[in-house]
T-cell receptor, first 113, second 113 residues
Framework: KAGVTQTPRYLIKTRGQQVTLSCSPI?????VSWYQQTPGQGLQFLFE???????NKGNFPGRFSGRQFSNSRSEMNVSTLELGDSALYLC????????????FGQGTRLTVV | AQSVSQHNHHVILSEAASLELGCNYS??????LFWYVQYPGQHLQLLLK??????LVKGIKGFEAEFIKSKFSFNLRKPSVQWSDTAEYFC???????????FGAGTRLTVKP
């Protein structure tokens, strides 16, 4: 069974640009969550999608957005990039229901210069 | 708002020492509790989880955790650490029906050979 796949693995962007990150969940998983991981802040929850609907959102500005497609694949978009957006962005998928565990991808390392 | 606190930012131990990493959460309802580990250069992996039943949970690689509801705690333990346990450890809480998983800031464990 294939794991969670995130593309690209590494990305370098310039301030002011926008970026789109992609996540393919484990087959059959309908929930996809996104996290930002930085050395100082740890893992911070961005948002969670379930069956193409955003179910939960963390405390990030509106520059961070996402969507989920009918095949459960998800994309995350960050507009007007800032230096502080440099981080490892992790995607996690889980099956539906309240008793679930998350399976993580390798992440996309975004560097904003 | 639901939050997770990990008390130790960086723990340094010698091989064969005992380990206990603290985790407290702030949510009064039913919770699902997790410990994840991130080895250097690898993705987050599940160590163990608690959903219900016996509050002493055993996970992989000799780790265990105890859920103490009255203290809102879920501390991770290992009787004798090995050099290969060097990693970052994250406590996570999933509360309610919305699959909103929140992580602690992480504890970096360094085991000296």
């Amino acid at each position: 069974k294939a794991g969670v796949t995130q593309t690209p693995r590494y990305l370098i962007k310039t301030r002011g640009q926008q970026v789109t990150l992609s996540c393919s969940p484990i087959s059959g998983h309908r929930s996809v969550s996104w996290y930002q991981q930085t050395p100082g802040q740890g893992l911070q929850f961005l948002f969670e999608y379930f069956s193409e609907t955003q179910r939960n959102k963390g405390n990030f500005p509106g520059r961070f957005s996402g969507r989920q497609f009918s095949n459960s694949r998800s994309e995350m978009n960050v507009s007007t990039l800032e230096l502080g957006d440099s981080a490892l962005y992790l995607c996690a998928s889980s099956s539906q229901g309240t008793v679930t565990e998350a399976f993580f991808g390798q992440g996309t390392r975004l560097t904003v210069v | 708002a639901q939050s997770v606190s990990q008390h130790n930012h960086h723990v340094i131990l010698s091989e064969a020492a005992s380990l206990e990493l603290g985790c407290n959460y702030s949510y009064g309802g039913t919770v699902n509790l997790f410990w994840y580990v991130q080895y250097p250069g690898q993705h987050l992996q599940l160590l163990l989880k608690y959903f219900s039943g016996d509050p002493l949970v055993k996970g992989i690689k000799g780790f265990e955790a105890e859920f103490i509801k009255s203290k809102f705690s879920f501390n991770l333990r290992k009787p004798s650490v090995q050099w290969s346990d060097t990693a970052e450890y994250f406590c996570a809480v999933n509360a309610g029906a919305n699959n909103d998983m929140r992580f602690g800031a992480g504890t970096r464990l360094t085991v000296k050979p």
